[in-house]
């Protein structure tokens, strides 16, 4: 199931690669995501925002300015406009011309793989794009081999009414007093959470656990990082070196 509920403790983190292909491909594109899917990574995490005409696309930024030819705000641009931008160049050469792809598009290739993800929520997400969020998984028969994802609990709320079956994931930068509430808070089955708030009080994933709560931790690229949060039990592991963290399982 979903984020390892017949997982038992000893078993390997699900290893999550980020932003698409980890560090692959041009973050958050089609090619990224394939190469992802083709090394068999448990999970591919993406962004999704908002266009102007509000279609959810795949950037992680608030501006097209890094991971395109483009400039200005996404929230700004319409669809067609984003979909006229260069999202390769700046990565290499050789993916010039790869387009910004629309949730939908990722979704139909996640879809047809097998394979599962974890979407993130960037910007404010209010019920009707929620809403229609989780009609897409549905179409792709996919409500339970993705994971729903934010810092917004707001935005994780707008989704939380249309789909039971949908896992949600807050994700915080640092421990707040009451981790269980700010989880129910936001509707969500567990936390997504910056390793470096955790490191000095490892034995809180095990609480967690015992809680019922999944605690997965962002973003870690060094064998010290796996080796420490492995040893902490953590259920999944998001890093732009999913290859090498695999690698890293298998001799470990
Ligand atoms: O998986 C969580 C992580 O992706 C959050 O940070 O900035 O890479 O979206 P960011
Ligand atoms: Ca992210």
Known sequence: ELLGDARAPQDAAFVVSHRGGGALAPENTLPAVEAAIDAGFDYVEIDVALTADRVPVLMHDRTVDRTTDGHGSLASLTLAQVKELDAGSWFAPAYAG???PTL???LAVLGSS???????LKGV???EAGAALI???RAHDLERRVAIVSFNPQSLLATSGASDLVYRLLILRRLPH???QAVEGADARGILVDWRAVAK????????HDAGLRVLVYTLNTDVEWQETT???VDGIVTDEPARLMEWQATT
Do not use: K, M
């Not at 009080?201 to 967690?208: A, G, K, M, S």
């Open 104 to 106: 939908e598009e990722f």
């Open 178 to 180: 009451d981790i269980e």
């Open 135 to 137: 009609a897409s998984l």
């Open 98 to 100: 790869t387009r910004v």
């Open 201 to 208: 009080r490892p034995e809180i994933v095990t609480e967690l």
């Open 114 to 120: 097998g394979r599962r993800a974890l979407v993130e």
């Open 231 to 233: 040893t902490a039990g």
């Open 125 to 127: 997400w209010d019920a």
